[in-house]
């Protein structure tokens, strides 16, 4: 299902009908259409007693991607109103769609849920998983002005509020900070990771924060991550969005065990980010039928959306750890014909995939640096989440010590051929005939 928004003749979005706001336990995403990172859900509905075309997102593989859903789980499905109208289950999410666009409607108060078996669709405003009476955050009140630039030696790009709230995944945490008079003030933070939003950096590496009001702040990279919790680049302060004053964006520190953090080391209204210092390009090339090359931007900002990150448990001398990386195959669907996915950085599109081909068979091979490769046939790759180019282990960013930056790994649970070897340093994968 190719991601492209489809400009139909006599359809319209609904209205001012704003974001949905998944929430799965700390994680939150807002949803909005059209989008450019999820594929596009088509299909009938019964709207105004007739039956209607209609648009709108798949539920199942956002929820998965944001780290499924178990058969005990429920999630709660709120009106603009906050009033709760109804629960769905694992076997209902799995066909579930969020309505955003019906053929020639264009005055709904809010997305709509979609059921095959239901005869009606009802308004939504908020998905909560398991919720248990906690207050609902606001969602979609994004200032225009509310934007962050990041500047990087690879590059520069300015986001606005809506765009980080819906390409990022937000985590909400407690966090307490402490004023030059010993006062301290506990609040719920809702925010980005530093690292999510930054990529990958040596921990001497230089972050320099820029205020609205040209005040600046600067921070080792190595200093954003420890283990008492995560620095975020916060939006909302218990549910709520940062005003103006004293800014949409703020960076706190925020976790499950309510680190604490003086009040000074906040940067408040911050409007750019500039990584500084040592800084250490890579690339992936990858040859086929054409020839495709991604940059360490590129890979980094790919993962950080969970669109495109999957995570594996991979053992290896014994230890088990947690993977996060791109899919191998939804790679190779650049180099394997001339049909690529279309935009900017990496997207995936199950049909670029040349599927037949595929299933006929070639050989993907897998090169470090250092030389060592791995071959594997393509028939264990076609469709197949759980092979990945890993730029994470237990959510930091590999080091070079540990095969990184990307490493060729694979799940435990995945069938692989035998005396298949990790690939470290991967920096070519190629596309080759049998034989």
């Given at each position: 299902?190719?991601r492209?928004w489809?400009?139909v003749?006599?359809?319209?979005?609904?209205?001012?009908?704003?974001?949905?706001?998944?929430?799965?336990?700390?994680?939150?995403?807002?949803?909005?259409?059209?989008?450019?990172?999820?594929p596009?859900w088509?299909g009938?509905?019964?709207?105004?007693?007739?039956?209607?075309?209609?648009?709108?997102l798949?539920l199942?593989?956002?929820?998965?991607?944001?780290?499924g859903?178990?058969e005990?789980?429920?999630?709660?499905?709120?009106?603009?109103?906050?009033?709760?109208?109804?629960r769905?289950?694992w076997?209902?999410?799995?066909?579930a769609?969020?309505?955003?666009?019906?053929?020639?409607e264009?005055?709904?108060?809010a997305?709509?849920v979609?059921?095959?078996d239901?005869?009606?669709?009802?308004?939504?405003?908020?998905?909560?998983l398991?919720?248990?009476?906690?207050?609902?955050?606001e969602?979609?009140?994004?200032?225009e002005?509310?934007?962050?630039?990041?500047?990087?030696?690879a590059?520069?790009?300015?986001?606005?509020?809506?765009?980080?709230?819906?390409?990022?995944?937000?985590?909400?945490?407690?966090?307490?900070?402490?004023?030059?008079?010993?006062?301290?003030?506990?609040?719920?933070?809702?925010?980005?990771?530093?690292?999510d939003l930054?990529?990958?950096?040596?921990?001497d590496?230089?972050i320099?924060?820029?205020a609205?009001?040209?005040?600046r702040?600067?921070?080792?990279?190595?200093?954003?991550q420890?283990?008492?919790?995560?620095?975020?680049?916060?939006?909302?302060?218990?549910?709520?969005?940062?005003?103006?004053?004293p800014?949409?964006?703020?960076?706190?520190?925020?976790?499950p065990?309510?680190?604490?953090?003086?009040?000074?080391?906040?940067?408040?209204?911050?409007?750019?980010?500039?990584?500084?210092?040592?800084?250490?390009?890579?690339?992936?090339r990858l040859?086929?039928?054409?020839?495709q090359?991604?940059s360490?931007?590129?890979?980094?900002?790919?993962?950080?959306?969970?669109?495109?990150?999957?995570?594996?448990?991979?053992?290896?001398?014994?230890?088990s750890?947690?993977y996060?990386?791109?899919?191998?195959?939804?790679?190779?669907?650049?180099v394997?014909?001339?049909?690529?996915?279309?935009?900017?950085?990496?997207?995936?599109?199950?049909?670029a995939?040349?599927?037949?081909?595929?299933?006929?068979?070639y050989?993907?091979?897998?090169?470090?640096?250092d030389?060592?490769?791995?071959?594997?046939?393509?028939a264990?790759?076609?469709?197949?989440?759980?092979?990945?180019?890993?730029?994470k282990v237990d959510?930091r960013?590999?080091s070079?010590?540990?095969?990184?930056?990307l490493?060729?790994?694979?799940?435990?649970?995945?069938?692989?051929p035998?005396?298949?070897?990790?690939v470290?340093?991967?920096t070519e994968?190629?596309i080759?005939?049998?034989g």
């Amino acid at each position: 299902m190719r991601r492209a928004w489809l400009l139909v003749v006599g359809w319209a979005a609904l209205g001012m009908a704003g974001p949905v706001l998944l929430q799965m336990g700390p994680k939150s995403l807002a949803l909005d259409f059209p989008s450019s990172v999820w594929p596009i859900w088509q299909g009938s509905l019964v709207f105004g007693g007739e039956e209607r075309r209609a648009q709108g997102l798949p539920l199942a593989p956002i929820v998965q991607a944001l780290g499924g859903m178990s058969e005990a789980d429920v999630f709660f499905v709120f009106a603009p109103t906050g009033e709760v109208l109804a629960r769905l289950g694992w076997e209902e999410v799995a066909s579930a769609a969020l309505v955003f666009s019906v053929e020639g409607e264009s005055a709904v108060e809010a997305p709509l849920v979609w059921l095959p078996d239901q005869p009606s669709t009802f308004p939504v405003r908020w998905l909560v998983l398991n919720w248990q009476g906690e207050r609902l955050p606001e969602v979609g009140v994004w200032p225009e002005r509310a934007s962050l630039t990041l500047a990087t030696p690879a590059g520069e790009r300015t986001f606005s509020l809506a765009e980080l709230e819906t390409t990022f995944v937000a985590l909400t945490y407690p966090g307490t900070y402490t004023r030059s008079s010993g006062e301290r003030v506990t609040s719920f933070w809702t925010g980005i990771p530093l690292w999510d939003l930054l990529g990958n950096w040596p921990a001497d590496a230089e972050i320099e924060v820029v205020a609205a009001d040209g005040y600046r702040m600067r921070y080792r990279y190595g200093s954003l991550q420890d283990g008492e919790g995560l620095w975020l680049l916060a939006f909302k302060q218990d549910g709520k969005y940062l005003p103006f004053n004293p800014g949409h964006f703020r960076l706190v520190k925020a976790g499950p065990g309510n680190p604490v953090f003086p009040s000074a080391a906040s940067a408040r209204m911050v409007a750019r980010l500039e990584v500084r210092g040592p800084y250490q390009p890579y690339s992936l090339r990858l040859v086929g039928a054409r020839e495709q090359v991604f940059s360490r931007w590129d890979l980094e900002v790919g993962i950080a959306c969970p669109c495109h990150a999957r995570a594996v448990i991979s053992t290896h001398k014994g230890e088990s750890h947690v993977y996060v990386g791109l899919p191998l195959w939804r790679l190779l669907a650049y180099v394997d014909d001339d049909v690529v996915p279309q935009g900017s950085g990496i997207k995936f599109d199950d049909g670029a995939f040349h599927w037949e081909l595929a299933q006929s068979g070639y050989i993907v091979e897998i090169r470090g640096a250092d030389g060592f490769s791995q071959v594997i046939p393509s028939a264990y790759l076609a469709g197949e989440d759980r092979f990945i180019l890993a730029l994470k282990v237990d959510g930091r960013f590999l080091s070079e010590e540990e095969g990184g930056p990307l490493l060729f790994v694979w799940d435990d649970g995945v069938s692989a051929p035998p005396g298949l070897k990790r690939v470290k340093w991967v920096t070519e994968i190629l596309i080759r005939p049998k034989g």
